[in-house]
């Protein structure tokens, strides 16, 4: 069963901006952290942006400034907003939901499936 479901990918001109989501399945209860990652061929994944469930926010060097990630549906969902992207931004992107270990159940981790972004002229 799909928990975790990434959208909005495509093709993007370079300086342009595109806006993801991810909702997590509403039976993924208490989600801690939402975060971005992204792998583009040939390379390694890479975290990028992150959002605890207080709304804390954490960004990589290679996009602070450019993407905006928010929380919203319950905590279940968030979006990134992707501003002058770059050819170098061309990934498949993927949302992560954690949550922590607690006295109930251990630490769990929901990956998407992932959705391509190009950055081409």
């Known amino acids: 069963q799909v928990q975790v479901v990434e959208s909005g990918g495509g093709l993007v001109q370079p300086g342009g901006s595109l806006r993801l989501s991810c909702t997590a399945s509403s039976m993924i209860f208490n989600i801690d952290d939402l975060a971005w990652y992204r792998q583009a061929p040939w390379k390694e994944r890479e975290l990028f942006a992150s959002?605890?469930?207080?709304?804390?926010?954490a960004y990589s060097d290679s996009v602070k400034g450019r993407f905006t990630v928010s929380r919203y549906n319950f905590n279940n969902s968030v979006n990134l907003q992707m501003n002058s992207l770059k050819p170098d931004d061309t990934a498949v992107y993927y949302c992560?939901?954690?949550?922590?270990?607690?006295?109930?159940?251990?630490?769990?981790?929901?990956w998407g499936q992932g959705t391509q972004v190009t950055v081409s002229s």
């Open positions: 992560n939901a954690i949550v922590h270990n607690s006295d109930r159940s251990p630490r769990r981790e929901y």
């Open positions: 959002i605890t469930r207080t709304g804390n926010t």
